[in-house]
Each structure stands twice: as structure tokens, then as C-alpha cells.
């Protein structure tokens, strides 16, 4: 029996984070149980734990503001002797800073490597070095093996294993159940670090997805199923097969769903779509209440007339809608930031809740590479430096690429963000309350 204990470096102190299971670690998981015989593979939510289950092969995933506690879990978890890997998106981003004492750093995709490197610890598999999707040490130096190719067919993945990591988290699945209908995005919007860790898009097929939510309904009742996909409707075939299957299995009246669009994928014909599925919940990245902003981060088909629109149309429907902003690109300007806050203001109303971030320069996009220019960013730095939840930035460290405004300007208009975000939940709230 192989034994495979499984990390998350998160921050306990913060909110968002210990509210939200690990996905990806429940995938790993299932697919190491699915298709690798003789495993044992636990979660854990500290290495003390995990080192009393003595393991042979030690798992942790991180992102970039997570690396120094992802660090001092692989530094305990050296004490027991089995190799410790690393992987996520970071890693995945910047391979050439695998942190010591991390053995490996598993490159993208992780479920097929990760059943290669139990197959390795337990000798079927000579040499890590023909594994592919790694970065491994040797010597002194990081080699990367050959690109892991990405999973032909999502099918092939078993549902991710929920349970094991239910119990240690402050999780509901009676209420609220995550869940991910594809990888990637067809988009590539400056900033965003995800659509470049997935380079394609790639869906689950909508029977897959009425499987999983109805497997869901019948281990734990379910009622609500938030799609963290980050985008749910880019393929018009799958979503029309989708709806049809939702419909005919008699969904509608057991559950709502909530997921990400992009506004110009919104028509009326979608809208009045989504009103019939009984989705309660609609995402979608508005951005900016500039159409300069907007282009020069390649939001492609999308500008402020697109995105009131979508409110519009999806309002109307009586769907909720949430959007998120982004303050503080390169050459944005006060008044286009001005013109941002314009826009919340404008849609208070008609909008459940917002959310509002600083850019941030991350690996695998063009601002890292930007920020690596000006000196702002290096691969040696603080990678604290990356949290982008406004109430835990720490200003004096946040790399900044605002050129037209100061530090204490651009906190100001998060400020401003904060403040509206705090009423529109409050109103919304009420209006709920007496739906
Ligand atoms: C959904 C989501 C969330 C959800 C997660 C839901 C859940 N519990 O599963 C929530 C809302 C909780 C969340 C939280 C955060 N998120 Co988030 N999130 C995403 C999003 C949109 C999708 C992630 C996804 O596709 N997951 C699907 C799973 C299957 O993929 P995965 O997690 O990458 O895992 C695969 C591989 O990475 C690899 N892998 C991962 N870990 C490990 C470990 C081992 C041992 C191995 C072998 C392999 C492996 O194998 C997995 C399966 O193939 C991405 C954007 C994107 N498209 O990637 C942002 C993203 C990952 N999040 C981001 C951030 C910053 C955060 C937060 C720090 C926000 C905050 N300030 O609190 C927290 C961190 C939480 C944490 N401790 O990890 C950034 C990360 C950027 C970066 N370089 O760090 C992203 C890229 C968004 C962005 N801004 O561009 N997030
Ligand atoms: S549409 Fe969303 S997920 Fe896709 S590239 Fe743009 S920000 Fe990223």
C-alpha cells in the first residue's frame, strides 16, 4: 500500500480561504483511488497530522501568496523522509523557483503526474526524469521534464472526492456545493494568470455535469450548485445540451445554479435560457467603467455599453448579478478609475454584490513581466506581496504598476469599492429577504 497525504497551504486567518474545500486536491484524489491500484491517500490540514500517517509520498498545493506557508509545511514534513512535491499554479507559472526542500514541483495538470510519481516511489517507474509535467533537481540545478499534454477527454476524471475533504473544512454541502463543468478559458485578458495556466479550454460533456449534480442530490441533498468554472457558457452546443438534460431530469425543481459568463456571451436569448434553469447567480468580470481600460487589457468583445447591458438583460430576468472590478492598470488614469466607480454606482441597484481588486502583476502574464522590467517583482521576493483580498493588503509591499496615480490614491478608490460593495450586499440582502 502506497501512502499519499495531501496539503493545502492556506491562511487560516482568512475568511474566504478556509471557507472554500480544495477542489483539486479532491480530483487528485479520486484519481489516484480511481486508477491506481493499492493507494492510500489522505487530506490533511497540518503536517503534525499528516506525519502521524507516515507517509510515503507527501502532496501540497499552493498559490503565490501561499509559497512561505506551503514552504514551512514541506520543511516539517521532510522529518518523515518521503518526497515532498509541490503543485498548483504557481509552481506550474514559475518552475525555476521551486523552493528547497520541495523534491519535485508537479508542472500544470496534476492527476496523471501525480499517479506517475506514486508509480515511481513504489518502483515501477525507474526515473523520475521520464515523467513528464516535472521540474526536478538535479544537482544543484531545476530541470523541467517534457510537458505534460493535457487530459484528452475531462470525462475520464472521476467526480472529485468531496468527502475527504469535507470533514475538516467549514463546509455545507447540504447548502452549497462547488463544483467545475471545464479548465480554462478561450480568452486572454491581460492580467489573468488562470487562462494562461490552462493555455486551452476544455469542458466536461453536459451529461457528465448532470451526473455530478445529480450524484451530489443523492449523497447529500444539495441544493445550491456554484460553478467555479471560469466560464460556464463558452460552448453554445454544450450549454443548449445541458439545459435540455437540466430540464428533462427534473433538476429545475431540486436545484439553483449559480456560474461565470462573459457579457458579451449574454443575449436576451441567453438570459431568458438561464431565468428557465432557475439560475440564481451570475458572474462576470465588468472590469472597468473605461472603454480605454477595457482595450488595453484585452478585454476582446467586451466594453461598459456590452457589460450594462448583460446587467441589464440578466437583471431584468431577475437573476442576480455580480461583477468584479479591477483598479490600478499601468497608464489607468484617476478619472478612468473615477469612471469605474461611476459605473458600480450606477448599477447599485440592479446589482447583488461587486467584487474589487487591485491589479495585481501575476506570474505567466504580461504584467509579471512588466513588473519584472521596472524591479517591482523578482523570484527571490516576498510572495505575500500577492494578496489581493482589499481588507489584507499590506500597501507597503503591493506590487504596484499604477503609474498615474500614488499608492495612497489607489487604496483610496478600493476604499471607495469597499464602501459600495458594503451597501449593495446590505440592499440586496433586503431585497432577497422579501423575494
Ligand atoms: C475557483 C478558484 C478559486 C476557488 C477555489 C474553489 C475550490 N475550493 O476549489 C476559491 C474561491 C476558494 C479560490 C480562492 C483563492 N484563489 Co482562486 N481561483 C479559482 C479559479 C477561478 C479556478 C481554479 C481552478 O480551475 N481549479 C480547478 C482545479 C482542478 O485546478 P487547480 O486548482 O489549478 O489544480 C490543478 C493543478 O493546479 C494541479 N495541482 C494543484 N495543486 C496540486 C497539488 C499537487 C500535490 C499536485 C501534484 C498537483 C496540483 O493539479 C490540479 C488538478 O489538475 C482560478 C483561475 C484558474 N482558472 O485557474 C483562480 C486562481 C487560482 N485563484 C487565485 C487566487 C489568488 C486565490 C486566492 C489567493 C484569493 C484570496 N486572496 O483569497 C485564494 C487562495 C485559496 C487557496 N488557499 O488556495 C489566482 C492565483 C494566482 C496565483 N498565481 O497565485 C487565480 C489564478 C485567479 C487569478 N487571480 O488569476 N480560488
Ligand atoms: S474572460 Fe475571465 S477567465 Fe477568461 S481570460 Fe478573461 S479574466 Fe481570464
Redesign the pocket.
Known sequence: MTKVA?L????RA?Y??RH??????G??AAYLKAGVPDVDVRFFLSPQEALQFEPDLV????????IPIAVEMARQMTVCGAPV??????V??LPETLPQPFTFG?L????Q??ADLVRWRRGEIADPASIDGLVIRDGGRLVQTAPRSPLARLDDLPFPDVALLGRHWEADYHSRM?M?SS???PYRCLF????R??RTYRCFSPEYVVREIESRCAEFGTRWFDF?D?LFIGDEGRLRRFAELFLERGLREKVVLGFSVRSNLVSKERARLFARLGVENVNFGAESGSDRVLRAMNKTGVTVAVNQRAIDLLHDYGIFVNCSFVFGFPDETAAEMEQTLNFIERNRDKLADIGYFPL?P???TPYWDLARERGIVSLDMDWRA????YS?IDWDRFPMLAEKVSRTELKSFLDRANQLRNEIAAAHFQRRAKR
Open positions: 495531501l493545502l497551504a492556506f491562511d482568512s474566504f480561504q472554500h474545500p480544495p477542489l483539486a486536491l480530483y487528485l502532496g501540497i498545493s499552493s498559490v503565490t501568496q501561499n512535491v509541490l503543485g498548483g499554479i504557481h506550474s507559472l508537479v500544470g495538470e496534476g492527476e503526474t501525480l462547488l467545475y479548465r480554462g478559458c489573468c494568470a488562470g487562462a495556466f490552462w467555479w471560469d495585481l501575476f506570474p505567466g500577492f494578496e489581493m483580498n489584507e
